[in-house]
């Protein structure tokens, strides 16, 4: 009777392991679902109202504190990329000593507000603080400064995973490894772990948070066919390939440093590389440096239209962020005027350019006949009229 009881109770057991929803294991790259509106983002640097920052830490552009600039950020901006504070300068300044304090004012200032955080960056060499760089007594091993890397990358992911769940879903795992010519850069990592330093970061990464998306982030890899740009790709496709988890490739997309701006027709290509191997692409760090002449705003705004037009017809382009929330504030000089407010915080003639093209369900393969977002984008008072329409196909250097 006790044995037969038994046996029913295994059946049971069976039965309703059998019927439970299986849960499945987080794929990557993981699916892209279809979007309806591209998020804006804007890095935001609280350094300057932030007394507890390492002395080591980047200055503020601008003292004092200005409150008006969070106000911006709100009022203008969907979420939120911590300019430096979730660097491994910020987050683990001593061997073994993590500090979340200015990344977690960073994080809280977006969730407290149901906004999401682009986790940038868990492991950039530039940021790397100089324990990393140049270790106290023993240099590193090869296992030492793995298992280093690995702590560092699941203590933060993790963190923030329980403290602020839900608000950052993806992360620039590795940023800028990349040299110009397509090589590595011969960073810590690179010279001590080798050639897969970046695959181990990814796996730890994954390993910390399953769900998490995870994101290569570079700068100069937008134009199609660059060395650098090359070079991602090849790394992207390896990893897809051989089941590396990543989600995604995030463009900086600081232009206009050497006088000229990617195409329009050239940003697609790449984005297009990207989705064919079903990975997502954000443009992470968009400004835009203004030409040496003068011309009132013109090739800048137009930059801007052409590079979230791109990610609006692109179907895996889940994200656009501008790299300082108003001008004074960006990393390229007050002067520059790289970014889409102005200094007393309004919004230039770029910004309704962009919003309407972030939001606007254009079709994803042909370019309109009209352009939707126009009451008449081309005019901005006292500046030359640009030639051809702003978001046809893009011709030589126009932006
Ligand atoms: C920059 C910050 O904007 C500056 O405040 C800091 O002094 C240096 O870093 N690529 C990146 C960003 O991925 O993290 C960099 O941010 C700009 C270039």
Not at 44 to 68: H, K, T
Not at 109 to 132: D, E, F, M, Q, T
Not at 310 to 324: I, M
Not at 377 to 399: E, H, K, L, M, N
């Amino acid at each position: 009777m006790r044995r037969q009881g038994l046996l029913l109770a295994m059946v049971a057991l069976v039965v309703l392991a059998l019927a439970a929803p299986v849960q499945a294991a987080p794929t990557h790259p993981s699916p892209i679902p279809p979007r309806t509106t591209v998020p804006l983002g804007a890095a935001v640097y609280l350094r300057c109202a932030d007394a507890g920052a390492p002395a080591s830490a980047p200055a503020c552009p601008i003292q004092p504190f200005n409150p008006a600039y969070l106000s911006a950020w709100q009022q203008h901006f969907d979420q939120l990329t911590p300019e430096n504070e979730l660097k491994m300068l910020f987050t683990q300044p001593a061997r073994g000593r993590f500090d979340f304090t200015a990344a977690d004012r960073a994080v809280r200032l977006a969730a407290s507000r149901g906004r999401k955080v682009r986790g940038h960056a868990l492991i950039y060499p530039a940021a790397n603080p100089n324990w990393v760089n140049k270790p106290f007594l023993l240099p590193w091993s090869r296992s030492s400064l793995l298992s280093t890397m690995g702590t560092h990358i699941s203590t933060v992911m993790k963190r923030y995973r329980s403290s602020f769940p839900g608000t950052i879903e993806q992360w620039d795992v590795v940023n800028e490894p990349f040299l110009g010519n397509g090589g590595r850069d011969p960073n810590v990592y690179q010279r001590v772990i080798g050639n897969d330093w970046i695959e181990q970061a990814f796996r730890a990464a994954n390993a910390a948070d399953p769900s998490a998306l995870l994101f290569l982030n570079e700068f100069d890899a937008d134009e199609h066919g660059s060395p650098r740009q090359m070079a991602v790709a090849a790394l992207a496709r390896d990893f897809v390939a051989r089941g590396v988890p990543i989600d995604g490739i995030g463009l900086e997309m600081h232009v206009g440093a050497d006088g000229r701006y990617p195409t329009r027709a050239s940003i697609l290509a790449t984005m297009k590389e990207y989705a064919d191997l079903g990975l997502r692409v954000e443009v992470t760090e968009l400004d835009a440096l203004p030409p040496a002449t003068d011309d009132g705003g013109l090739a800048q705004r137009r930059v801007y239209q052409s590079v979230t037009g791109a990610c609006r017809r692109s179907p895996n382009c889940t994200g656009v962020t501008v790299w300082g929330v108003a001008d004074p504030y960006s990393w390229r000089s007050a002067a520059k005027r790289a970014t889409l407010l102005d200094a007393s915080f309004t919004a230039k003639p770029a910004y309704a350019d962009v919003r309407c093209r972030l939001a606007n369900p254009w079709p994803t393969t042909e370019a309109p006949a009209t352009d939707p977002c126009a009451t008449d984008p081309t005019v901005i008072p006292g500046a030359p009229q640009p030639v051809g329409p702003v978001d046809g196909p893009s011709t030589g250097s126009q932006p």
